[in-house]
């Protein structure tokens, strides 16, 4: 049984805090007057919630605006203007991949204003890529001028079920990586919040951002490749599944059919080397070229693909279905995967290319930092006890 | 921008009344003490509130309690002790099948008071189907002594896609079903709200409110049989699909395979007719006889379902599956299905068979029509607004 009490002046002031800088974030500056009509809030509540808000170094006073041309300066002293200081903070979005780490930094915004990426050996040892990890953020913080003690959070993607401390259950992508404690590792190097996500969950969080499925708020994101994967989004929710494993459809590709993506691309009698991506770039750019054999391959994985997805859709029903993974070669995807939906749905899903192609999972990587800031700065509990 | 405004004395009323009607719901017999200590609400508030309880019919003064043997009579008048009257209501589960209607009929604590079913043909026509279920109703209400009047929520589960106004999408297991406005069409017969949901979520919802399923928050209900179907549940919530088709694993069984249940169950060259459950139960039978065919048709469905169920366990990662449907036959689906999943999952969910049985879909329907009413007498608004 949850308990009612009585107002709580703390809680009242945080809730009013949160709503006012809300209102500050969307309106880009604002006056005392408009943020009382924005909040509902009285006037000396609004001015003290300010006051509070400059000392903490979220909100700053904003250059008087200038009259329009032709618009007679009013009389007397102009209304102060206030604006969300998204300097005040910043977040990092970081994807480590098979072939690469690559790094997005943000204000507390969100807009990015730094950004890097180097390759990487896919048979780098753990610490090896981890190192790569860190020697990029400190370029990236160096040459953006930002201080790492402004970092509020940092969120990653990587392939693997990853549990909910951030260490990794199970990769078969990366060696090394199973077992590892991926967020306790990294937040050595870090002294804020870092929030480890699988890569295909935060490639679905991004497409979802500011890609192919911004209007859509239950979407499947499919990650092709070498080790598939596949993120969802429900009710504009992530969907991690019980233990961080919903849509590993690296396994669903191999349910009763032996045949990894490997063998399915090969144009001999052996299957290409493991997780080759350049061996696959050949295959698709020979198919393209005209090569039967290639194409052949080629046809082999994307029914594959096909058949994969279409058994997610009639697991989850969403709206929009987003391919990404390879830039290059998934084209030819789309009207297969479309024409087998319509076989086996009333109302197939959409389907989309991903609109942020490898820049999806850093993006979403960062998306996750920002929502975990914006949590603190913007939300506050509520104070009903949940219904059972 | 959502407002925040001060304390609205009627948003407190019902908020205040919803908490004492939950905390009397939950204690059997309360005295005013007890309910001023269980919602840490002041004495003057609770009163104002059970009497306004009271004059709507949801409180009763309970008979005072007798002294326990031995245990001296206190002094004075004893204190007054309040119930919440479960009788003051009354709700529906109807189950609509390809067989049979079912009927459960529980006061407002969802205690199962009456019940009833009838066998119905399954070629017989949308009305005369709709006709049973009316004639079903009568006589359940008329042998409980209930009035219709006092009916608040009726809850129907049946096979296919629901939409979200009731309307029935897609439904190949009814003759007239697809295209029908059931809700409507029931709604013609109940003063109050009708709820339509697919069987197999109806299913899903009832072994999580008290069947194989009480603990688990993450689960599938899998429907075995002709027209096979998969209701979820994601942190306790039923996850309907966008197109409220998630879980159609009818079409998912026939992915890439062109075989129904009936060919696979089937014995000879011929599958058996459509729809015919008196067959499958002979196919059954004969297995479990010793009959090689048989056992061979037998295995050859299981197989097939082992792979559906994995493929649903891939995408969406649950804590338990649970598979019901078919009463009988089953029991040698729990062990190929265990050891397929632990092929393919780092951490398989566990495993059970259905602990409702035939009454799992009326069940889960008279669950959500308890849900629909709860909403109503337990739950308030949040006064704040929801976060974009």
Tied chains: 1, 2.
């Excluded at 008087?64 to 618009?71: A, F, Q, V």
């Excluded at 295909?200 to 192919?212: F, P």
């Excluded at 349910?255 to 490997?262: M, N, S, V, W």
Aim: hydrophobic residues 45%.
């Amino acid at each position: 049984m949850g308990r009612l009490t009585g107002g709580d002046p703390s809680l009242l002031r945080r809730i009013n805090s949160a709503v006012v800088l809300d209102a500050l974030r969307g309106a880009g500056a604002a006056t005392l007057t408009d943020l009382t009509r924005a909040t509902g809030l009285s006037r000396p509540t609004v001015e003290g919630v300010v006051e509070g808000l400059i000392s903490e170094g979220l909100v700053a006073e904003a250059a008087p605006e200038e009259p329009e041309r032709g618009e007679t300066r009013r009389q007397g002293r102009p209304a102060r203007h206030f604006r969300f200081r998204a300097e005040a903070g910043h977040l990092l979005g970081v994807e480590i991949g098979p072939h690469r780490v690559a790094v997005l930094l943000s204000g507390l915004d969100g807009r990015v204003t730094g950004t890097g990426s180097r390759e990487v050996a896919h048979t780098a040892s753990a610490d090896e890529r981890l190192e790569q990890v860190r020697t990029l953020v400190a370029q990236v913080l160096r040459r953006s001028g930002v201080p790492r003690s402004s970092l509020r959070a940092v969120g990653v993607g990587t392939p693997g079920i990853v549990a909910a401390d951030g260490s990794v259950r199970l990769c078969t992508a990366l060696p090394g990586w199973t077992g590892l404690p991926l967020g306790e590792r990294l937040r050595r190097s870090f002294r804020c919040p870092v929030l480890v996500e699988n890569d295909a969950n935060a490639a679905a969080v991004a497409e979802h951002w500011e890609g192919a499925a911004t209007g859509s708020d239950d979407l499947v994101f499919v990650l092709a490749g070498l080790s598939p994967g596949a993120g969802s989004l429900i009710g504009g929710r992530l969907h991690r599944g019980h233990g961080g494993a919903a849509g590993e459809i690296g396994a669903l590709h191999l349910l009763g059919r032996e045949a990894t993506p490997e063998a399915l691309l090969s144009t001999t009698d052996e299957p290409l080397p493991p997780l080759d991506e350049q061996a696959v770039a050949k295959v698709f750019a020979d198919a393209r070229g005209g090569d039967a054999r290639a194409s052949a391959a080629v046809d082999r994985f994307l029914q594959r693909l096909v058949h994969d997805v279409a058994a997610l859709v009639l697991a989850l029903d969403p709206e929009l279905v987003v391919v990404g993974g390879w830039a290059a070669g998934l084209e030819g995807v789309l009207d297969p995967l479309r024409a087998e939906l319509s076989r086996y749905c009333l109302r197939p899903p959409r389907v989309a290319l991903s609109a942020l192609g490898e820049t999806a999972v850093a993006t979403g990587a960062l998306r996750l930092a920002l929502g975990h800031v914006e949590e603190r700065l913007f939300t506050v509990e509520r104070p009903l006890p949940e219904r059972r």
